[in-house]
């Protein structure tokens, strides 16, 4: 199994860049799909993107979609999120998780397990 550990997140302005990473324990990382998701007070957890075993497919939410770049470093156990044109709507605590093999590229929540502790990312306008 792989228990997932964010870096720190970080406060920015509008249209800023920051990259997340997420280092994983364990000597399975490169046999899981991996995802980013995210929670903003009030709302439910989202799916904001996903990662194939290989790093050959990648998938994001709608709104995500052209401003973010997930990816993997399978040597490393390293998942990242590189995220540009930052908007205040992104901020949120952002976790990373490995898909149940079972789900494939899946978006739902509930396809993932071992979560980390998750890492807050502010952006204002």
């Known amino acids: 199994q792989v228990q997932p550990v964010e870096s720190r997140g970080g406060s920015v302005q509008a249209g800023d860049s920051l990259r997340l990473s997420c280092a994983t324990s364990?000597?399975?990382?490169?046999?899981?799909?991996m995802g980013w998701f995210r929670q903003a007070p009030g709302k439910e957890r989202e799916f904001v993107a996903g990662i194939s075993q290989s790093g050959g497919t990648t998938y994001y939410a709608d709104d995500v979609e052209g401003r973010f770049t997930i990816s993997r470093d399978n040597a490393k156990n390293t998942l990242y999120l590189q995220m540009n044109s930052l908007k205040p709507e992104d901020t949120a605590v952002y976790s990373c998780?490995?898909?149940?093999?079972?789900?494939?590229?899946?978006?739902?929540?509930?396809?993932?397990?071992?979560w980390g502790q998750g890492t807050q990312v502010t952006v204002s306008s």
């Open positions: 364990g000597r399975t990382f490169n046999n899981y799909v």
């Open positions: 998780a490995a898909a149940r093999p079972a789900y494939g590229l899946t978006r739902k929540s509930d396809g993932f397990f071992n």
